[in-house]
């Protein structure tokens, strides 16, 4: 069974500019969560989709945004970019909410 | 407020002998814990989790104990090899969202 994938790998992007990022969960998983891990801050959650609702939100200015299609698949957005949103963005799947989360590669944005 | 956090940032031990990491939370309502291995340039790796109803459980050569009384886990390593050198974090889903709350992560060097 495939993983998580996340595309794509790697992004540099200039302040101001917005960023999509896309998630495909493993096969039959329908939650699918959203972490930004930085040095300093650590991993931290942004958002959780389940059946293409936000469950979940974490504290996060409103320029990050998500959605989940019909497949499962999510994307999450970021607008008017930041110095400090320069980070390593994972999405995680499980089958449901309260079971182990498996953790995608990763998304690493560099903002210039 | 919530947190998880290691006792030890690093931890540096010889193959063969057995590691433990350690990790504290503060949310006496947490129900849910795990474990992720994480490996430079890769999304966290699922280890093991464990249920507040749980005090111990056993993986390959892995094993988490749950102290709920002191509010603390710790994971265990036997016989520890090169290729668990890593950042060990914990998580606890214990936010007020019910998301996973994740501890900033042990280093952990295997010298051979």
């Not at chain 1, 200039?14 to 801050?41: D, E, K």
């Not at chain 1, 963005?89 to 498996?102: N, R």
């Not at chain 2, 056993?58 to 090169?82: C, D, E």
């Not at chain 2, 606890?92 to 900033?104: A, M, P, R, T, V």
Request: net charge positive.
């Amino acid at each position: 069974k495939a993983g998580v994938t996340q595309t794509p790998r790697y992004l540099i992007k200039t302040r101001g500019q917005q960023v999509t990022l896309s998630c495909s969960p493993i096969s039959g998983h329908r939650s699918v969560s959203w972490y930004q891990q930085t040095p300093g801050q650590g991993l931290q959650f942004l958002f959780e989709y389940f059946s293409e609702t936000q469950r979940n939100k974490g504290n996060f200015p409103g320029r990050f945004s998500g959605r989940q299609f019909s497949n499962s698949r999510s994307e999450m957005n970021v607008s008017t970019l930041e110095l400090g949103d320069s980070a390593l963005y994972l999405c995680a799947s499980s089958l449901v909410k309260g079971y182990e989360q498996y953790f995608g590669p990763g998304t690493r944005l560099t903002v210039t | 407020g919530e947190s998880v956090g290691l006792h030890l940032p690093t931890l540096s031990v010889q193959e063969g002998d057995n590691s433990i990491i350690n990790c504290a939370y503060s949310n006496s309502a947490s129900d849910y814990f795990i474990w992720y291995k994480q490996e430079s340039g890769k999304g966290p790796q699922f280890i093991i989790d464990i249920r507040s109803n749980m005090d111990k459980r056993q993986g390959q050569r892995v094993t988490v104990l749950l102290n709920k009384t002191v509010k603390h886990l710790s994971l265990q390593i036997a016989a520890t090899q090169p290729g668990d050198s890593a950042v060990y974090f914990c998580a606890d889903q214990g936010g007020s969202q019910g998301n996973l709350i994740f501890g900033k992560g042990t280093k952990l060097s295997v010298k051979p």
